[in-house]
């Protein structure tokens, strides 16, 4: 099974920060990742599919890069709004999410 | 718009049985594979099942393979979810998504609002 794992679990910005957090994967995925937010008692919304396409809607001041085993998904300027839980997922081998990323305010 | 409506949680005892539905529309379901993933109350999100766009193609997280079986009504634009032995660690609300592409094995574009699934004595 492809184990995917997240860093860091929680993390404390402002609005304005630049955010980003990293998955691993413990084996290649190519680009079959995907990350998705999560607001509390909501749906996960998707925000980026293929490592680094953005998903139609979805401001651009997210955006996705990597590759094979290593991934980051980074939030160019905060906003409120994006104050929420965010997962990744590998879709090359079944689908497997990270733990997640809480992304608190400081 | 593009909608999917889970139903039929609830309260059940271990060793009981559930099943859940979910209503698609607003798109051709029968195009798309489809997903279920559930989330443990405070935890993350765990994918549980996916069926392809046909029916005819099934995948099982270790953790529920031989007791839930997933299943597909293309006429009725319904997904469903039939829950056997279960116990109490299926305790969650229980997502049905869709895939993004008509191609199985993508990222789930779509979500309904979740059903939950309560495993008491």
């Known amino acids: 099974d492809i184990q995917m794992t997240q860093s860091p679990s929680t993390l404390s910005a402002s609005v304005g920060d630049r955010v980003t957090i990293t998955c691993r994967a413990s084996q290649s995925i190519v680009d079959w990742l995907a990350w998705y937010q999560q607001k509390p008692g909501k749906a996960p919304k998707l925000l980026i599919y293929e490592a680094s396409s953005l998903e139609s809607g979805v401001p651009s001041r997210f955006s996705g890069s990597g590759s094979g085993t290593e991934f980051t998904l980074t939030i160019s300027s905060l906003q409120p709004d994006d104050f929420a839980t965010y997962y990744c997922?590998?879709?090359?081998?079944?689908?497997?999410f990270g733990q997640g990323t809480k992304v608190e305010i400081k | 718009d593009v909608q999917l409506v889970e139903s039929g949680g609830g309260l059940v005892q271990p060793g009981g049985s559930l099943r859940l539905s979910c209503a698609a529309s607003?798109?051709?379901?029968?195009?798309?594979?489809m997903l279920w993933v559930r989330q443990a109350p405070g935890m993350g999100l765990e994918w549980v099942s996916t069926?392809?766009?046909?029916?005819?193609?099934?995948h099982y997280a270790d953790s529920v393979k031989g007791r839930f079986t997933v299943s597909r009504d293309n006429s009725k634009n319904t997904l469903y979810l039939q829950m056997n032995s279960l116990r109490a660690d299926d305790t969650a609300v229980y997502y049905c998504?869709?895939?993004?592409?008509?191609?199985?094995?993508?990222?789930?574009?779509?979500w309904g609002q979740g059903t939950m699934v309560i495993v008491s004595s």
């Open positions: 998504a869709k895939d993004r592409t008509g191609v199985s094995g993508d990222a789930s574009d779509i």
């Open positions: 607003g798109f051709t379901f029968s195009s798309y594979a």
């Open positions: 069926l392809t766009d046909a029916g005819t193609g099934t």
């Open positions: 997922q590998q879709y090359d081998t079944y689908w497997t």
